[in-house]
């Protein structure tokens, strides 16, 4: 825009332009492994679940999911987020401090245990669970709506994404011969959630149910062995 002749543009000093590039594409997520059991068999609070988690990755042993270093991270802050999680017959919202690390070769991460889905509200076993009520017709939609204090197409959109992961999860012609309800059964059914969620995010780039892409930065991350490092899975 110009006025009078003058251009109106004024342009930002480089040490500018560099902070605002690098706090959009230098952000990313390690997730943590912290259902290393049957879904079905966790009856621990949520809360309790996170501070395990973030007590059994030490930042010695947490790769970087750009450079591929391991050891090389260390604190860079947090931030607080909220959860919502279904125990004991209710809904409870969750304040959690997300812990924030910063890697030798200048990318932050935040810590991420895979219980949280990235950009859902939600906690994973709630979603599942709303999910069971759903599929196995337990309730009707508006009972399951007010169980869980969720709105109809909150439930809708939760189904859809269900679904299109869970063709992608099992490939096109297993997910034609199981319906949502089985393939419920398999993921509560699992040994170790934790390693078979980690099989769908090297497959995928992105975790179970995550409705949101990554940054374009994250399209291709370095991954630990699980042989080696089961517990941390880079997004």
Same mark, same amino acid.
């Given at each position: 825009m ?14 500018i332009?560099?902070?605002l ?9 390690i997730r ?12 621990s ?6 501070k ?7 930042l ?16 860079h ?58 599929f196995?017709?337990?309730l ?15 439930l ?19 997910d034609?011969?199981m /319906? %949502?309800?089985? &393939? !419920?059964g398999?993921?509560?059914? #699992?040994?170790?959630? @934790?390693? /078979? %969620?980690?099989? &769908? !995010?090297?497959?995928?780039?992105? #975790?179970?149910?995550? @409705? ?10 370095h ?13």
């Amino acid at each position: 825009m110009e006025e009078g002749g003058r251009s109106l543009f004024v342009p930002l000093p480089i040490h500018i332009i560099q902070q605002l590039k690098a706090a959009v594409t230098h952000k990313t997520m390690i997730r943590l492994n912290s259902l290393d059991c049957k879904m079905k068999n966790i009856m621990s609070s949520i809360l309790s679940l996170f501070k395990r988690s973030l007590r059994k990755h030490p930042l010695c042993r947490v790769m970087c999911p750009f450079c591929g270093a391991v050891g090389q991270c260390r604190p860079h802050g947090s931030y607080h987020r909220n959860l919502l999680h279904f125990l004991d017959g209710g809904t409870e919202v969750l304040r959690l401090r997300i812990p924030r690390v910063l890697c030798s070769c200048g990318h932050s991460h935040a810590l991420l245990p895979d219980f949280i889905v990235p950009y859902l509200s939600y906690s994973l076993p709630m979603i599942l669970r709303i999910l069971a009520d759903y599929f196995q017709r337990r309730l009707t939609v508006a009972s399951i709506c007010g169980k869980y204090g969720i709105c109809v197409p909150v439930l809708y959109r939760l189904k859809r994404q269900f679904l299109l992961h869970k063709r992608e999860w099992l490939g096109i012609l297993r997910d034609m011969e199981m /319906d %949502g309800a089985a &393939f !419920l059964g398999l993921l509560y059914g #699992s040994e170790n959630y @934790s390693a /078979d %969620g980690f099989g &769908f !995010l090297r497959q995928t780039t992105y #975790s179970f149910l995550q @409705s949101h892409k990554n940054p374009a930065n994250c399209a291709r991350p370095h991954f630990p062995d699980p042989k080696i490092q089961g517990s941390q899975h880079n997004l």
